[in-house]
């Protein structure tokens, strides 16, 4: 089989590894990838956008492409789905309606509202002084989520008044994140402790993957700024086989049953934000797609055939299927540059990346060829991953290998999967 992987960061690279491991995989096409993925056995870069969908659709034409995988929301919520189901390519993700579960968070809290799903209480804003008015009175602390789609860095938690309505200006006013802060919601904080919950749909089955736990902050102790994840270690041991079942039955299923009413039937990756406290669960956010860095210690751990498993849910055919899962844990620590998530500089030599070994990979997120060199190309620029018996070892293997990288400016957090020690 002829694969088309569009995206170019951990993620991608995680499933273009996976993928080409399996005998079904012939060749693996990326677009436009980065410099793992131009590494791996049987895969090729080309210099496409994943957001020019003309370009990929006549390229997976020309190809013969046999399955498209697309990872980031960008091209999802642009409709490339839809396009390339128009002109009868096989392809896994959802169509441009499923993909506003990630592309409009107003979308997605009144599928959650109207599937009496679990979720915090919030009030919807479309101009700033009412925004400020509700914000003088309400309490603190208080959650604001740009609506559209903003790579990871749309919400900002506030706990003072003052940080609550910087924030406002910063989204609604000034739009530091462009459009995508028109509109806004404005939800009550909760608390408990955070997982990544992601399933695989075809339309009319669903799969649950292994459970997993991300660390959105950028500094140790989860503090400072939301990023897109500097890390995550799967199996969350939060996640119980009975709090699995639990999240399927109250979850996932109203959810996809919602979606259903609205005449979408979601296709590809689902991913579940969720704050769990006392055996509460309530959904923070959805994603319409596998997420980073999840993505690199799940696959990690999975032993079945994941072009096997991508191919069937494509074709509708999921139902009976089981994953097998390695019974390790996997860890992965995000290497960033300096100055990330705001401005960072990029371009800069990387060295000891011929440090991984059979107990860690190292998955690339911003990085770039050029010549012999691979350089930084990204805020977030790898994604070390460890294998361990237990969480203690998968964190030992992954920073071990993480401490004999390095660009300048470099940094990554201490403490990925020490958060309940």
Not at 165 to 171: F, G, I, N, T, V
Not at 368 to 386: A, F, P, Q
Request: charged share 30%; hydrophobic share 40%; aromatic share 6%.
């Amino acid at each position: 089989m002829k694969i088309l992987v569009i995206g170019s960061g951990g993620r991608e690279h995680a499933i273009v590894w996976k993928l080409a491991q399996s005998d079904l995989c012939e060749k693996v096409f990326v677009a436009p990838g980065n410099a793992g993925t131009a590494d791996e056995p049987k895969t090729e870069n080309i210099g496409l956008n994943a957001e020019d969908l003309e370009s990929l659709l006549d390229f997976a034409k020309n190809k013969e492409v046999d399955l498209t995988i697309v990872g980031p929301e960008a091209p999802l919520v642009l409709g490339l789905i839809d396009l390339f189901e128009k002109n009868n390519l096989l392809c896994l993700g959802p169509n441009k309606l499923a993909a506003q579960m990630e592309g409009s968070k107003i979308f997605m809290k009144d599928v959650l509202k109207k599937g009496n799903i679990p979720t915090a209480n919030y009030e919807v804003f479309t101009d700033p002084d009412s925004a400020r008015e509700f914000l003088e009175t309400c309490d603190i602390p208080i959650v604001l989520k740009a609506d559209g789609l903003a790579a990871g860095k749309g919400v900002i938690v506030a706990f003072s008044r003052d940080e609550a309505l910087e924030a406002l200006k910063s989204l609604m006013i000034e739009q530091k994140l462009g459009t995508a802060g028109d509109n806004l919601v404005i939800e009550e904080f909760l608390r408990g402790e955070e997982a990544s919950f992601i399933v695989l749909c075809d339309g009319k089955n669903v799969i649950s993957l292994a459970s997993s736990q991300d660390h959105k902050q950028r500094d140790d102790g989860d503090k400072g700024p939301n990023t897109g994840g500097m890390g995550a270690y799967s199996p969350a041991p939060l996640i119980t086989e009975e709090l699995n079942e639990e999240i399927m039955k109250d979850i996932i299923h109203p959810t996809l049953a919602e979606l259903k009413r609205r005449d979408i039937d979601y296709k590809g990756f689902l991913y579940a934000g969720l704050m769990i406290n006392e055996q509460k669960i309530k959904v923070l956010e959805y994603n319409c797609r596998f997420g980073d860095p999840e993505t690199q210690p799940i696959l990690m751990r999975m032993k079945s055939d994941f072009l096997s498993l991508c191919l069937k849910a494509a074709k509708q055919e999921l139902k009976g299927v089981e994953i097998v899962w390695d019974d390790r844990f996997a860890l992965g620590v995000v290497m960033a540059s300096k100055g990330y998530p705001e401005k960072y500089e990029t371009g800069f030599s990387i060295s000891g990346l011929n440090e991984e070994n059979e107990t860690t990979k190292v998955f690339h997120c911003g990085t770039k060829k050029e010549g012999e060199k691979t350089l930084s190309n990204g805020g977030r620029v790898l994604c070390v991953t460890g294998l361990g018996s237990n969480l203690d070892n998968a964190f030992k293997n992954a920073y071990e290998t993480a401490s004999k990288i390095n660009w300048d400016g470099a940094f990554y957090r201490r403490d990925i999967g020490k958060r309940n020690q």
